[in-house]
């Protein structure tokens, strides 16, 4: 027994390993495809898109966005803002008290009027942050710092943009030409706000490279971190994670500063962000995940904004920084969903069932993600939709080939079998027949049931006819004896009074001796039925009809229920007759195997046994509902086929 189950087992990994090996191909080719960055794309888009989706946030009230506008400078009338418009701006910004002011303007070189003004400003504000650009361009060019501030009020305005264009990182600090170590003005910004109140700037614990403030560390970007691959990953960078809604931050003009039109709670212990809001400034940034005024674009400062305001959620709000898994756990990950789409396959037959369950881990693994990245996780999600869909889609192909194989070929088989059964019965009973014809057509006195034998003759070679028709698949005729066929495609319930009508005009012993008939044909509910179904539900009751007929002994009256009663659908057939002792003969089909034993009893036993009943019940399986056969009362016999009016999902 052991040796058995051992040898099952075998066989059906070996079973497995064969039906799933397309299936792991899939995998490795979409884990191949990852590796080379043909993924990336893909990944960065729904990267953003997931980022994009989030629920609105409040507004972050500890940042104050000052903008300089298209009206400020049509006011000022000169481009660049000169030098004494920014000092003035700062002087009463200083009135508010804030805590930190970020001036993301470049000043190098002096911008008349003004300049002395300004450097005087910067000279006696020891928290304002100026900005320069630390990192060469493709011409070499770098963008000094405002000379007047001492550099740990400097931070740089760099930004690390991906291969479509689109900030996806914050730069939070780098080697500049010179090989001196510099830092963002956001990192500036929220050291300088955290250091207020008594948070430190840290050397990271897990990874001593990183930063951290108190007990939160700022998670580096590496060069293949979620779906990048093979990134620039110099400097200390971290993923961008940006505050969503359409009001992350409150931004005030420049003329409302100059006029006064200000709350001063709005400024004071805040950090406040100075910078240009003008599209002739051009001071853009694309990202796909923030809504801005053009499609992908927003301004400079608001981006600085964001990268402020995640140090500084993080630590005060404990508000997610965005990590990545190991590279080791991101690709078990797809694996997994990998193997869940060949097993769909495996336990699911039917290609709706697969279509079904692709859709309902497709769905999965999206919300799966789209959850994980509100708590701060970045985790594949296109690999794991490539390796599901398809999966699934070879999986229905190849169901949908074999459907149709196993369709042709049990049709063959079918055919041959009927070839064989009518030449084996026309070798044999036939010829037989003929041979009783032949001498009872010579007697000088035919006998009487020599018309009863031709009409046999003639049904038997009917029969064969009409077999073979409905041997061809979705037939769309129901043959009935000799003579009469159905249409198919007519409504249910006429189909079933006309097998009715046709079965009692047989000449069955047990169908003379009716003298009541109730009957009732309602409209059935057929949509979910396809032909060789109703061609069935007609074979049913003809059969069982034939049944009463041929065993119902003294049977008088005859109900015939074809309806809906509740949810389901039904055809019953009663009678009041006296039952049969079965022989060693096998009834029919539909006979529903009607083997009964002569009792005293008026309410006898049935047998239920038999090929009759169980094609039944396979017709019932089919269905999705139920054959029973019981007593009368107070006696003969019910045979009922009930199956549900509306289609179920799993059949």
Same mark, same amino acid.
């Given at each position: 027994m052991k040796r058995d189950r051992w040898q099952a087992v075998k066989a059906g990994v070996?079973?497995?390993?064969?039906?799933?090996? /397309?299936?792991?191909?899939?995998?490795? &080719?979409?884990?191949?495809? #990852? %590796?080379?960055?043909?993924?990336?794309?893909l990944e960065l888009v729904t990267f953003d898109r997931f980022l994009r989706l989030r629920p609105a946030e409040p507004m972050d009230e500890r940042i104050v966005i000052v903008s300089i506008t298209e009206g400020d400078i049509q006011r000022a009338?000169?481009? /660049?803002?000169?030098?004494?418009?920014? &000092?003035?701006?700062?002087? #009463? %910004?200083?009135?508010?008290?804030?805590t930190a002011i970020g001036l993301d303007i470049v000043r190098d070189i002096p911008v008349e009027p003004g300049n002395a003004e300004l450097t005087s400003v910067f000279r006696s504000s020891k928290n304002t942050i100026g900005v320069e650009i630390a990192l060469p361009d493709r011409s070499g060019f770098t963008v000094a710092p405002p000379p007047a501030l001492p550099s740990e009020q400097i931070g740089f305005a760099d930004a690390v943009l991906d291969a479509d264009g689109y900030q996806r990182r914050s730069l939070l600090g780098a080697h500049n030409p010179q090989q001196e170590y510099r830092f963002s003005l956001a990192i500036r910004l929220a050291e300088r706000y955290l250091a207020a109140r008594g948070i430190e700037l840290g050397n990271g614990i897990r990874d001593p490279d990183a930063k951290r403030f108190g007990s939160i560390e700022l998670t580096r970007v590496q060069s293949n971190s979620g779906g990048y691959v093979g990134a620039d990953a110099g400097g200390y960078q971290i993923l961008l994670n940006v505050r969503s809604g359409t009001m992350p931050f409150r931004v005030l003009s420049l003329s409302q500063i100059k006029s006064g039109q200000v709350n001063p709670d709005w400024i004071r212990g805040k950090i406040v962000l100075i910078g240009m809001m003008s599209f002739s400034a051009k001071d853009l940034v694309s990202s796909g995940a923030i809504a801005g005024i053009n499609p992908g674009r927003i301004y400079g400062v608001e981006m600085q904004a964001h990268a402020t305001s995640q140090i500084v959620s993080a630590v005060f709000d404990g508000r997610s920084l965005l990590r990545v898994w190991a590279d080791a756990w991101e690709y078990l990950w797809i694996v997994a969903w990998g193997l869940l789409g060949i097993s769909l396959g495996r336990f699911l037959r039917s290609p709706w069932k697969i279509l079904f369950g692709l859709l309902v881990a497709s769905v999965s693994s999206i919300g799966i993600c789209y959850g994980l990245i509100l708590m701060g996780w970045w985790v594949p999600i296109v690999p794991v939709l490539l390796v599901l869909v398809l999966n699934g889609a070879g999986l229905m192909a190849a169901l949908f080939y074999r459907h149709e194989q196993e369709l042709r070929l049990r049709l063959e088989e079918r055919q041959f079998a009927i070839e064989q059964t009518f030449n084996a019965i026309h070798s044999g009973p036939l010829q037989t027949l003929v041979g009783i014809l032949r001498s009872a057509q010579?007697?000088?006195?035919?006998p009487p049931f020599l018309p009863e034998l031709q009409r046999l003759n003639q049904?038997?070679?009917?029969?064969?006819?009409?077999?073979?028709?409905?041997?061809?698949?979705?037939?769309?005729?129901?043959?009935?004896g000799s003579a009469i066929e159905l249409a198919l495609q007519a409504p249910l319930h006429e189909l079933l009074y006309k097998v009715y009508c046709n079965t009692l005009e047989q000449e069955l012993p047990y169908l003379k001796t009716l003298k009541f008939k109730i009957v009732q044909f309602d409209p059935l509910n057929t949509s979910?039925?396809?032909?060789?179904?109703?061609?069935?539900?007609?074979?049913?009751?003809?059969?069982?009809?034939?049944?009463?007929?041929?065993?119902?002994?003294?049977?008088?009256?005859?109900?015939?229920?074809?309806?809906?009663?509740?949810?389901?659908?039904?055809?019953?057939?009663?009678?009041?007759?006296?039952?049969?002792?079965?022989?060693?003969?096998t009834l029919s089909l539909a006979a529903m195997d009607r083997e009964r034993e002569i009792t005293e009893d008026p309410n006898p036993k049935l047998q239920p046994s038999g090929l009759g009943t169980q094609l039944a019940k396979n017709l019932a399986k089919q269905l999705g509902g139920a054959f029973r056969r019981y007593p009368n009362q107070p006696k003969g016999t019910v045979c009922e086929l009930t199956w549900p009016a509306k289609r179920r999902w799993f059949w």
């Open positions: 070996t079973t497995w390993g064969r039906g799933a090996l /397309p299936g792991v191909m899939v995998i490795v &080719a979409v884990t191949m495809a #990852r %590796l080379t960055g043909a993924l990336q794309f009338r000169t481009y /660049p803002i000169p030098d004494r418009e920014i &000092a003035d701006l700062l002087k #009463r %910004l200083q009135a508010y008290q804030p010579e007697q000088a006195t035919p049904e038997l070679r009917a029969v064969y006819g009409s077999v073979q028709r409905e041997a061809i698949a979705d037939e769309p005729h129901l043959r009935m979910h039925l396809r032909l060789e179904h109703k061609r069935a539900l007609c074979r049913f009751l003809e059969e069982a009809l034939c049944n009463v007929g041929k065993h119902a002994i003294e049977a008088t009256r005859l109900t015939v229920i074809c309806t809906q009663e509740g949810d389901l659908q039904v055809i019953r057939v009663a009678d009041n007759g006296r039952g049969k002792q079965s022989q060693s003969e």
